[in-house]
C-alpha cells in the first residue's frame, strides 16, 4: 500500500504574513485590506500536506528561539508532523514571509527574510542523514544552501529524491543535483533558469526533455494559467487548469508537489500523477493560508474523479 510509504522533507519553515485587498493595488501608498498570519514555508507546507494525505512525515527543518519559532514548532506538534531531527538554534529568529496580495489574490510582492537558513552547514546537517536515509522518498528544496542539497542527494542514493525549485534565483542551488532527481516540480522561470534555455519560441517541451536527458527521471513544469507540462521516458504531454475560485495562489506548488507523491507511492502513472497535482493546488488556492485543512485524500480524489 502505497501510503506505508515514509517520506522525510529537508526545506523552510517559516511564518507567512499576508495582506489581501478588495481593490487594485496603489503603490506607494497604504492599501486598505485585512492580514493573515500563517505557518508557512516550503518544506514544512510540503510536510503538511503529504501528512494530510496520509504518509508518515519526517521534516527536517531549522527553527529559531523566538516567539515565531515558537509558534511553527507548536503547529508542527499539533499536526502531528514529527521534527525531531530537525535543528533547533539558539539565539535566532524564525524566517518570515511577508506576501501582498493583489485583488485576484494572486501574488504581487514578496518579501522573503530567511537570515536563519544562512548559519547552516554541511556539518550540522550530517548528523540528521540516518533519519532521512531511511525513508521511501526525500523532498528537497532550495531554501537550504547548494552545498547541503549536494550532500544530502549524495549520501541518499536509496530514496527517490524530489525537488522543488522554489525561486529562479534559488533554483540555481539544485544545478549539480540534477542526475539524482526521481521527480522535479518547478514553473516555467525557474526551469529556464536551471537549463539555460531561454524559449522565445515558447517550446516548453523543449525544456522538459533537456532534465530528461541528464536524468531527472519525472519532470512538472507548471505554467500558471496554462497548467503543467510533463514528461518521462513515456514521452510529454500537457494539462490545463482546473477552474477554480482562487482564494489565495501562496503554496498552491508546494500542495501540487504533495498530490504528485500521493499519486506516484500509490504506482499511478505519469499522467495520473499531473492530475492529482492539479486537483491538489486546486483544493489548496481555495483557502486563505497556505495550506487547505480540506486537503485530504477524498477531496482529491473526488476532484480527480470528476475531471
Known amino acids: 500500500m502505497g501510503l506505508n510509504k515514509t517520506i522525510s522533507v529537508l526545506g523552510a519553515s517559516n511564518v507567512d504574513i499576508t495582506g489581501f485587498t478588495d481593490h487594485k493595488l496603489i503603490y506607494g501608498d497604504a492599501n486598505i485590506g485585512t492580514s493573515k498570519t500563517s505557518a508557512g514555508g516550503v518544506g514544512r507546507n510540503i510536510a503538511e500536506n503529504l501528512h494530510r494525505l496520509g504518509f508518515k512525515i519526517n521534516l527536517i527543518?531549522?527553527?529559531?528561539?523566538?516567539?515565531?519559532?515558537?509558534?511553527?514548532?507548536?503547529?508542527?506538534?499539533?499536526?502531528?508532523?514529527?521534527i525531531d531531527a530537525s535543528l533547533f538554534l539558539?539565539?535566532?529568529?524564525?524566517?518570515?514571509?511577508?506576501?501582498?496580495?493583489?485583488?485576484?489574490?494572486?501574488?504581487?510582492?514578496?518579501?522573503?527574510?530567511?537570515?536563519?537558513?544562512?548559519?547552516?552547514?554541511?556539518?550540522?546537517i550530517h548528523s540528521k542523514?540516518?533519519?532521512?536515509?531511511?525513508?521511501?522518498?526525500?523532498?528537497?528544496?532550495t531554501n537550504?544552501?547548494?552545498?547541503?542539497l549536494e550532500k544530502v542527494a549524495k549520501e541518499n542514493t536509496n530514496s527517490k529524491i524530489v525537488?522543488?525549485?522554489?525561486?529562479?534565483?534559488?533554483?540555481?542551488?539544485?544545478?549539480?543535483?540534477?542526475?539524482?532527481?526521481?521527480?522535479?516540480?518547478?514553473?516555467?522561470?525557474?526551469?529556464?533558469?536551471?537549463s539555460g534555455i531561454d524559449l522565445k519560441s515558447n517550446n516548453n517541451e523543449k525544456l522538459v526533455n533537456y532534465f530528461l536527458n541528464i536524468g531527472v527521471k519525472k519532470v512538472f513544469i507548471t505554467l500558471g494559467k496554462d497548467g503543467v507540462i510533463y514528461g518521462d521516458d513515456t514521452g510529454v504531454s500537457q494539462h490545463k487548469t482546473i477552474p477554480t475560485k482562487i482564494e489565495n495562489t501562496i503554496g498552491a506548488g508546494d500542495s501540487f508537489v504533495s498530490g504528485i507523491i500521493y499519486a506516484d507511492a500509490l504506482d499511478m502513472d505519469?499522467?495520473?500523477?499531473?492530475?492529482?497535482?492539479?486537483?491538489?493546488?486546486?483544493?489548496?488556492?481555495?483557502?486563505?493560508?497556505a495550506v487547505s485543512p480540506k486537503m485530504n485524500v477524498a477531496n482529491l480524489n473526488k476532484i480527480v474523479n470528476d475531471l
Open 61 to 82: 527543518s531549522v527553527f529559531g528561539d523566538d516567539p515565531l519559532s515558537e509558534f511553527l514548532i507548536k503547529s508542527c506538534k499539533d499536526l502531528g508532523i514529527n
Open 90 to 124: 539558539k539565539n535566532e529568529n524564525a524566517g518570515t514571509f511577508i506576501a501582498i496580495m493583489d485583488c485576484q489574490n494572486d501574488l504581487a510582492l514578496g518579501i522573503s527574510a530567511m537570515d536563519i537558513y544562512t548559519k547552516l552547514n554541511a556539518e550540522l
Open 129 to 141: 542523514i540516518k533519519t532521512i536515509s531511511q525513508s521511501d522518498y526525500l523532498v528537497l528544496e
Open 144 to 148: 537550504f544552501p547548494a552545498n547541503i
Open 163 to 194: 525537488l522543488d525549485t522554489v525561486s529562479g534565483k534559488k533554483s540555481l542551488r539544485a544545478k549539480n543535483i540534477l542526475s539524482s532527481l526521481y521527480i522535479l516540480k518547478t514553473n516555467l522561470l525557474e526551469a529556464q533558469m536551471l
Open 270 to 289: 505519469i499522467q495520473k500523477m499531473a492530475l492529482h497535482g492539479m486537483a491538489s493546488a486546486s483544493i489548496n488556492v481555495q483557502h486563505n493560508a
